[in-house]
C-alpha cells in the first residue's frame, strides 16, 4: 500500500452526508423501474447483473452498520487516502456478499429502503469522529462516509452502462467528492510535481517525478472530465483508449498515467 506523503483534503460532513443520500436516493428510485429482465442483465463487471449491482449499492451503506457491530478501535492507525489502495483486496469477498444479497432479497426496493434507513440511523445516532475498523484501518466514520461517495458514483456509472437509457443522474457534491479522492489518491501513488492532472471543475493535483513546476503554464498537463478519470481511476477504461477517443488531453513528456493506473485495482 503505497503511504501517504500529502495532507488529507477535509471534506464537510453535513455536506458528505446529503451527497451519499442523494446519490442512493438517485440509484434506488432508477432501479425500481426496472423490469426482471433488465435487472437480470449482464454488466461490465463479469457475472455480475444489474441486480448484483442495485444490490452493492445498498451494500455500500450497510457497511457502515457492519462496522460499527465491531469493537471500536483503540486508536486511529488508517488515512482516508489508504482507503482506495485496501479496497481491491476485498473485491472477491464482496462479489460473492453482492451475489449472494440479490439472491436472498427478491423485493429489492425494500432492501435498498432499509439499508437507506439504517444507514441514516447510524449517522444520526454516532459521533463523526468514531472510529471504524475498516479494510484500510481504524478511519473515523466521517471518512468513511467519503469513500461512499466513490462506491455510488462509479456503480452508478456501472449501471448507466448496463441499462441503456437509464441516465441515473450524479448528485454534483458526490460527484465532486469521489473525483478528489481519486485525484488525491493517484497523487499518493505518483508523488512528484513535475505534472499537473486537472479534472474540471472538481480537481487539480499534481503527481509524477521529476522537475518542480513553479510559475506559468506547466510542461506536463492531463486533463480529462470527471466520469473519464473516475473509470480510468478503477479499470473500467484504459488509459490508451481514453486517450484515442479524445477523452483525455495529456501533453509533455511525463504525461502519461499508464504506469499508474488504475487505482483501484
Known sequence: MPPAKK??????PAKIRTAVLAQYGNVRRAVGTLTPDRLAAPT???????????????????AVDRLLAEPEPVKQDGRLLDWPFAIAADAPAIAATAHRLAEDHPDLGA??????????ANLDAHPAGRLLPTSAGAL???D???TRTVELVVHTDDLNAAVPGLDIPYDRQALAACTRLLADALAVKAPGASTEVRV?????VQCVEGP?????????VVETDPLTWIRLATGR????????DAHVTASGERADLSAYLPLMA
Not at 495532507?7 to 464537510?12: G, L, P, Q
Not at 455480475?48 to 445498498?58: F, G, I, S
Not at 432492501?111 to 441514516?120: I, K, N
Not at 518542480?212 to 506536463?220: A, D, M, Q, V
Request: glycine share 4%.
Open 7 to 12: 495532507r488529507t483534503r477535509s471534506y464537510d
Open 44 to 62: 461490465r463487471l463479469g457475472d455480475w447483473t444489474v441486480r448484483d449491482l442495485a444490490a452493492h449499492c445498498a451494500m455500500a451503506l450497510d
Open 111 to 120: 432492501h435498498l429502503a432499509d439499508a437507506e434507513r439504517r444507514f441514516t
Open 140 to 142: 473515523p466514520l466521517a
Open 144 to 146: 468513511y462516509v467519503v
Open 200 to 204: 474540471p471543475p472538481y480537481a487539480v
Open 212 to 220: 518542480r513546476h513553479t510559475r506559468g503554464t506547466p510542461p506536463n
Open 237 to 244: 477504461l484504459a488509459w490508451a483508449q481514453a486517450l484515442g
